[in-house]
Each structure stands twice: as C-alpha cells, then as structure tokens.
C-alpha cells in the first residue's frame, strides 16, 4: 500500500528506471498509476481517460535516448501533456481598445467571486489601472455590503445601486456603471453577479443578461477547486448558460489536489487565467499550469 501518489508514481517509475529500454508493458503498468493519480486528484473519468491515451501513444512511439532513461522521459511525457493541457503559457486577460474594459464574473455561490472581484482589483491597481467594482449580486442578502467591505479594502469605488429602492435590477445597475466608469475615467470595470447554490435556470438568464447589456471582454468562470468533480457538470452549464472566456480558481489553499483545474480547462476548452488561495486580498496570482501540473501528480 502507499500513503501518497506521488509515492506510488515514484516506485512505479522506479521500476522503469533499472529498465534499459522502455517495452509496452512498462508503459501499461506506468499508465495505470497515472491513471490512479488523476482519479485521485478527482480529474473527471472521460478526462483521465483521454489523458492517458495520449500519454501512451507518445511513449510507445517515444526513442529512448540521450540522457533520459525510460522512466525520466516517461516522466517528460505525462509533465508536457498536462502542462498542454493546463494551457501551456500563462493567458493574459483581454483588454479592450477603447475603454472601460469590462471583466464580469460568474460561478456558483459560495465559489468566491465576491472575495475574487477584490483581489482582482487590487491586482490590477498595483498593474496601474483604476478598476471600479459593480455590485449586481442583488440576490444574497449582504452581497453588495460585502463587495463594498472588499472595494475598501483594495482601495477602489464600488458601484452599487441605492440603499431603500428595492431589490433592484442587476442589467439597469451594470449599465449605469458602465457609464459612471467612462465619466469617472475607471478604465477597468469589474463585474460581480448572483451566484445560486446549485445551477438554475433564473441564474443563467440574469448572468446574460447583464452580458448583453455589458458586452464584456472577458467572463470569468469562477470555481471553487474543492468541489473535485462537479467543476466539470458546473463548468458546463454556466458553458452553455452564459458562456465565458476564461476560468478562475478559487481555494488552492485548501487540500484539493487541483483535478477540476485539468477537468474544466479540458472539457470547456477555456484558458484557467487565475489562481486564488486565500481568504486575504493578497493570496491571489496568475495561473501557472506547470506548478498545477505538479499539484495534480503529487
Ligand atoms: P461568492 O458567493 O461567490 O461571492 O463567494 P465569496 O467571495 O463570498 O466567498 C465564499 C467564502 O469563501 C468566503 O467565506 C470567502 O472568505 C471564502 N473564500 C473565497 N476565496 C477563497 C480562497 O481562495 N481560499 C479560501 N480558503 N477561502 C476563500
């Protein structure tokens, strides 16, 4: 029995290592503890499946030469593929030509995107813009307090609507924001939207239509890497839902080995452009997929 994969991974490859060459069986006996990894780093089935296919064709096909011994280049192999697949090099947001750029924010309740829409502005502060946050979560009791509480803390203007009118409508408030951005000279708008506990059908429909009335140039998808497996059904209904352009991680801190990162870029084809990992506006940085590619195989 092992403890941790990565201590199955090592004896497995350390087997091949005393190998002078590397024969399909090795591969075979390799994949399979690859394949027990990515499972256990919650990686959805169909992904782990197409994964390790991948990975054999290329080190069956593979030389062994040079410096390598078999196991190193397996090792090789798996890293290339799941840093390909992560997304190769870190993606930088889309800003647009004329602004205020619009960055809006979608996911599940619960997944941190008010938490995330301060982290990103005082991000973006220290990167030399001036973003200004929307509050158009009108749904949960306290959203727009708690967005307000961030924007202080990161030191920028939260556009909210008026306290005593009502519930109030999410498209009218993002449209006036919009505005006051291109009067006040904000050349980044932040966008933060309802989250439902689970995927529904009010949700989707408010998240476009405040995507229609913003025409944004990104959307975020932000997903909570805890939730392992459900990332992949989630991703693809806010997918289909509200569609977005980009993928942000939230909760790397805790002890989720990081396989909804691999689902979710995998499965939606959108770029993961940012990791959080805190509680605090700080623990926030760009998505590196060669650090993930570590986190996943352990
Ligand atoms: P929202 O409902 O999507 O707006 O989520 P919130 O931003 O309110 O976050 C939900 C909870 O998760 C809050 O208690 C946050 O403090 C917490 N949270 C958000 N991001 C992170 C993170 O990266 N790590 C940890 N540990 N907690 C986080």
């Given at each position: 029995m092992f403890d941790t994969l990565s201590d199955r991974l090592t004896a497995a490859l350390q087997t091949l290592s005393r190998k002078g060459r590397l024969s399909d069986a090795d591969i075979d006996a390799t994949a399979r503890e690859i394949r027990i990894a990515l499972l256990e780093a919650d990686v959805a089935l169909p992904v782990v499946?197409?994964?390790?296919?991948?990975?054999?064709?290329?080190?069956?096909?593979?030389?062994?030469?040079?410096?390598?011994?078999?196991a190193q280049q397996v090792i090789k192999i798996v890293n290339e593929e799941l840093v390909g697949i992560l997304g190769g090099e870190t993606r930088?947001?889309?800003?647009?030509?004329?602004?205020?750029?619009?960055?809006?924010?979608?996911?599940?309740?619960?997944?941190?995107?008010?938490?995330?829409?301060?982290?990103?502005?005082?991000?973006?502060?220290?990167?030399?813009?001036?973003?200004?946050?929307?509050?158009?979560?009108?749904?949960?009791?306290?959203?727009?307090?708690?967005?307000?509480?961030?924007?202080?803390r990161a030191g920028v203007v939260t556009f909210a609507p008026e306290p005593g009118n009502g519930v109030g409508d999410p498209v009218d408030v993002a449209r006036r924001a919009i505005a006051e951005a291109r009067h006040a000279q904000h050349d980044i708008v932040v966008v933060d939207t309802a989250g439902r506990l689970g995927v529904d059908e009010e949700l989707m429909k408010q998240a476009a239509d405040i995507r229609d009335a913003v025409e944004p140039d990104e959307v975020l998808f932000v997903v909570d890497a805890m939730i392992g497996q459900d990332a992949v059904t989630t991703a693809e209904a806010f997918r289909d839902g509200v569609g977005f352009t980009g993928v942000v991680l939230t909760k790397l801190d805790g002890d989720a080995r990081g396989g909804a990162a691999l689902s979710v870029r995998e499965v939606t084809g959108q770029p993961i452009l940012f990791a959080s990992n805190g509680e605090k506006l700080e623990d926030f940085d760009t998505f590196h997929p060669d650090r993930m590619a570590s986190r996943i195989l352990g």
């Open positions: 499946k197409a994964f390790i296919a991948k990975v054999k064709e290329r080190a069956k096909g593979a030389e062994v030469h040079g410096a390598l011994n078999p930088r947001l889309n800003l647009a030509k004329n602004p205020p750029s619009v960055i809006m924010l979608a996911g599940l309740q619960g997944a941190g995107k008010t938490t995330l829409a301060g982290k990103l502005a005082l991000w973006l502060k220290k990167q030399g813009h001036a973003p200004m946050l929307v509050a158009c979560d009108l749904q949960r009791p306290n959203a727009v307090t708690q967005l307000q509480v961030v924007g202080e």
